[in-house]
């Protein structure tokens, strides 16, 4: 069988497969926005948190002393912070964007099996392809049910973690002046308070 007939025969199989794993994204997207909608309910900046991060990375690079090396631990627990609030946002965006063309593939797969369907019949009745085409669009409908709420959920989300970062950054500079006066504490000389 040549290339032509194999890809034919696989797009006779219609669109239903394209309607199944567009409607296993969207229960995985739902379940995203489920998690970070718990998570960012629940979710407190601690600027001892902060705190004890920012000591965990100084640890790490002792050879590194000074405003610098503090700096650059306070820029490391506000990275990692921000991995936290972000995770899983690609996900939505992903699927945001790309949902629309699954479902987009679904009605070329259906309109080439509705035209197919029409070849096979030679009487040439238009109700044979109207109902394959109308089968067609439906992916597309369900494609873009599925990239809607995910549009919307990852711009609502992306917007939580803008304001939570602004408390991040903010209780970080907290942190820092905190473990800033520690290491300053531990430097002075004994005697000298």
């Given at each position: 069988m040549?290339?032509?007939?194999?890809l034919?025969?696989?797009?006779?199989?219609?669109a239903t497969w394209v309607l199944w794993l567009l409607i296993a994204l969207s229960v995985a997207s739902l379940a995203v926005m489920i998690e970070r909608a718990w998570f960012y309910a629940r979710h407190r900046i601690d600027s001892s948190k902060l705190a004890a991060e920012m000591r965990g990375l100084l640890a790490e690079q002792q050879e590194l002393v000074g405003k610098d090396a503090l700096a650059g631990a306070m820029e490391g627990a506000k990275a990692n912070e921000r991995m936290r609030l972000e995770r899983n946002l690609a996900y939505l965006a992903?699927?945001?964007s790309n949902a629309p063309f699954v479902g987009l593939f679904g009605t070329v797969l259906g309109i080439i099996k509705a035209f197919h369907d029409l070849a096979a019949n030679q009487a040439g009745d238009p109700s044979v392809v109207m109902s394959g085409i109308s089968e067609a669009l439906v992916a597309?409908?369900?494609g873009l049910m599925v990239a809607i709420p995910a549009v919307v959920a990852f711009n609502f989300f992306s917007r939580r973690v803008t304001a939570k970062m602004a408390d991040?950054?903010?209780k970080a500079h907290?942190?820092?002046?905190?473990?800033s006066s520690e290491q300053k504490s531990t430097m002075l000389p004994a005697?000298?308070?």
């Open positions: 040549n290339l032509s007939g194999q034919l025969a696989f797009t006779l199989h219609g992903t699927l945001g597309t409908a369900v991040v950054d903010w907290m942190a820092m002046c905190q473990v005697g000298s308070a």
